[in-house]
């Protein structure tokens, strides 16, 4: 029996990557190219694996992740977070509950990094000391646009779940 696969990202050319990566290696892959796409489809089916953005629109893939979680629990799911973000996001990615964290780069060294790492899954298994794992591909350096739009992120975040509470943020340092 086939493994079934998700890949979720809003890039077109990464999913197609990562999905003849997996059918290659005679994995069934669904695909969806954002998180709410990628809810509907955990919804719908069973899957092995997950590979899934973290910066998505509609539903983040933090968001994502913490769905597919709860939904699998009685399953053994094995969750990647791949994203060109994971050094901004690092103090986040190690509360989401992934199995493996790649972080995207040259598709010759993903390629070698993810087929190592299926390899060893499918040998081994996700075991203690290969949980929460971070892989780079090569030397990884903060950038600060990228620090500034995840900081963004998770103001605009903080602004929706204040609403709800009965406090509206208005600026950084002001409230209504």
Known sequence: MAIKALVVDNDFFFVEFLSELLENRGYEVTKAYDGKEGISKLEEAVFDIL????????????????????????????????????VEQMEDVKTIGADY??????????????????????????????????VETGKLYPRQATAELVEEMKFQKAVFDSVGIGILVVDRDARV
């Open 51 to 86: 590979f899934a953005d973290l910066i998505m629109p509609k539903i983040d893939g933090l968001q994502l992740i913490k769905f597919a979680r709860r939904k699998s629990s009685e399953s053994q799911l094995t969750i990647f977070a791949v994203s060109g973000t994971l």
């Open 101 to 134: 964290c790649v972080v995207k780069g040259p598709l010759e060294e993903m390629t070698d990094i993810v087929n190592g790492l299926l390899n060893n899954l499918e040998v081994h298994g996700v075991s203690e000391s290969n949980h929460e794992q971070m």
